[in-house]
């Protein structure tokens, strides 16, 4: 196990009702607020309301910026930071999912720094200080309810990238999983999908004496497996919701990363995907990951059996390891092809015209290579995209 400083500061409320109490949570930060959201699901499913209601109750003002896409774009940061600047906002309220808090997380960097947000997301500059944050989440995905990231695409060349900082952990964030019964089934695939790589892109790792986190990483994968069904055939059952919000929460808190060295290659990857071609990040993770994972197993093929039999129930062939890491590799594509996900791009409808400019963007044209269980660089980016077609 290597050296680690664990500290994930963000205040998690979880459980039924628990969005009225937005007003009054909210109220300890500021006394004006943006409310931040998306294309309209909070409306549909009436959190809309309560979270007004609630802010009006407790005495909090608030000036409403909505219109958030999946994929969160740098123009609608921009217009954000010009909104606080212009009615002195000095904390943000995030109602929606990742791409909302991930453009919320945009606006509080961008508010107090002089020159253009996009500088932290390419590393031209660093973060000294943001906004307060706070979060009602909708859909157990991202894991940005208690990241320290965001990620953001500039429409200008479809660069999608990712900054992680201290300073952006939300101050809470609201769990209620009744909230996430609208979810149409493939935005709650997509979700898992999402929830999975975040453990898997922890768990293939070189550390040694790991057992713990393991353990951890094991559990957390089999509830989802074991629930994930369960909600696309009863979207609204509680207890099922509940552990899949909490396992979405658990997956990217940090605290699986815990003492070992994490890969996020095809996370690196799959940002090129969606960068250019704007599918849901769960879906791009689950035609990446599979090809990753034949690309690399090779590294350790202890570690990729040791999957297939701790999460998959493989049984353990002693005498053909290799046989029984393929098997794990194959049952985790037959999971996302079975709760309605694609699993190589022609099923996303993604030609292969453009694997080279993917490979490219993702490896700054082959100056660095993604990933730490095994370092790529353009070359592998490319043939992993190709095991991907
Ligand atoms: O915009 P609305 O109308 O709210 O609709 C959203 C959106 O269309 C809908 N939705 C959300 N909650 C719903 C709902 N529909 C019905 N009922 C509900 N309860 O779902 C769609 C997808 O929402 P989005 O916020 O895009 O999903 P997700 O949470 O998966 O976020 C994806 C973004 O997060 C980034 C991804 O790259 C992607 O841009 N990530 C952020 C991370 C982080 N900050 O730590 C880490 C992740 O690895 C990831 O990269
Ligand atoms: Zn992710």
């Not at 217009?79 to 000095?90: A, D, F, P, V």
């Not at 453009?103 to 000294?128: H, L, M, N, R, T």
């Not at 892109?201 to 074991?226: G, H, P, Q, S, W």
């Not at 570690?303 to 053909?320: L, P, T």
């Amino acid at each position: 196990m290597e050296n680690f400083v664990f500290q994930n500061p963000t205040k998690i409320i979880f459980g039924k009702g628990t969005e009225t109490q937005v007003g009054a949570e909210t109220k300890k930060h500021a006394d004006k607020v943006l409310l931040h959201y998306g294309s309209g699901s909070i409306k549909k499913s009436g959190l809309y309301d309560t979270v007004v209601k609630s802010l009006k109750e407790a005495g909090v003002e608030f000036v409403e910026l909505a219109g958030v896409q999946p994929n969160p774009r740098l123009s609608l940061v921009h217009q954000g930071i010009e909104l606080c600047r212009k009615e002195g906002i000095k904390f943000i309220l995030a109602v929606g999912g990742g791409s909302v808090i991930d453009s919320a997380k945009a606006i509080a960097v961008g508010v107090p720094y002089e020159g253009d947000v996009w500088d932290f997301y390419i590393g031209k500059a660093q973060v000294k200080e943001a906004l307060g944050v706070g979060v009602v989440l909708t859909i157990p995905a991202a894991g940005s309810e208690s990241s320290p990231s965001s990620v953001i695409t500039n429409e200008d060349g479809w660069y999608k990238r990712g900054l992680t900082t201290d300073h952006i952990f939300p101050r809470f964030a609201i769990l209620n999983p009744e909230f996430t019964y609208t979810l149409p089934n493939y935005q709650t695939a997509c979700g898992a999908a999402d929830i999975m790589a975040h453990i898997m892109e922890r768990y293939f790792t070189n550390t040694k004496d790991v057992e713990l986190t393991d353990r951890l990483c094991e559990a957390t994968m089999k509830t989802l497996i074991n629930n994930v069904p369960k909600a696309l055939v009863n979207p609204t059952d509680y207890a099922v919701r509940a552990e899949i919000m909490w396992t979405g929460t658990v997956a990217h808190n940090n605290l699986l990363g815990t003492g070992r060295e994490e890969d996020w290659a095809s996370h690196a990857i799959e940002h090129e995907i969606s960068g250019i071609y704007d599918i849901a990040h769960g879906a791009g993770l689950a035609i990446v990951f599979p090809a990753w994972m034949q690309y690399v197993y090779k590294n350790d093929v202890a570690r990729f059996a040791q999957f297939a039999s701790r999460v998959w129930d493989v049984d353990y062939n002693f005498f053909n390891p290799e046989e029984t890491a393929l098997k794990g590799i194959q049952k985790l594509k037959e999971f996302f092809s079975s709760i309605g996900l694609p699993v190589s791009l022609r099923e996303a409808g993604i030609d292969d015209s453009r694997l080279e400019e993917m490979a490219d963007k993702c490896t700054g044209s082959d100056t660095y290579t993604v990933g730490s269980f095994v370092k790529l660089n353009k070359k592998a980016v490319y043939d992993i995209l190709t095991l991907a077609k």
